[in-house]
Nanobody
Framework: QVQLVESGGGVVQPGGSLRLSCVAS????????MSWVRQAPGKGPEWVSS????????YYSDSVQGRFTISRDNALNTLYLQMNNLQPEDTALYHC??????????????WGRGTQVTVSS
């Protein structure tokens, strides 16, 4: 059974940083592309970033390019999202997803429960 447990969210001021983590279990982590998606209150889900199984490729939405960095540690079955220069529009519930970029939004059964990020002064 796929389990994805996110952590690292919190409240931060504009310009601040957070590092999200996602511990995966129930599947062979090092053979799957992984992604992050986020959902703000009252809005639909938004794809944020994806990474290939061996970290050879990473992809970012235009809204986070240059500020966020996705990474993974296959020895620890853990996915990360380093978020710098956070802005109020980054406020959302962030979900770890066992899926590549093209499927990250639709495969909700492979989403973790999420960790809340709130950016506010």
């Amino acid at each position: 059974q796929v389990q994805l447990v996110e952590s690292g969210g919190g409240v931060v001021q504009p310009g601040g940083s957070l590092r999200l983590s996602c511990v995966a279990s129930g599947f062979t982590f090092n053979t799957h592309h992984m992604s992050w998606v986020r959902q703000a209150p009252g809005k639909g889900p938004e794809w944020v970033s994806s990474i290939s199984a061996a970290s050879s490729y990473s992809y970012y939405s235009d809204s986070v390019q240059g500020r966020f960095t996705i990474s993974r540690d296959n020895a620890l079955n853990t996915l990360y999202l380093q978020m710098n220069n956070l802005q109020p529009e980054d406020t959302a519930l962030y979900h770890c997803v066992k899926a590549p970029r093209d499927d990250a939004i639709t495969l909700r059964r492979f989403w973790g429960r999420g960790t809340q990020v709130t950016v506010s002064s």
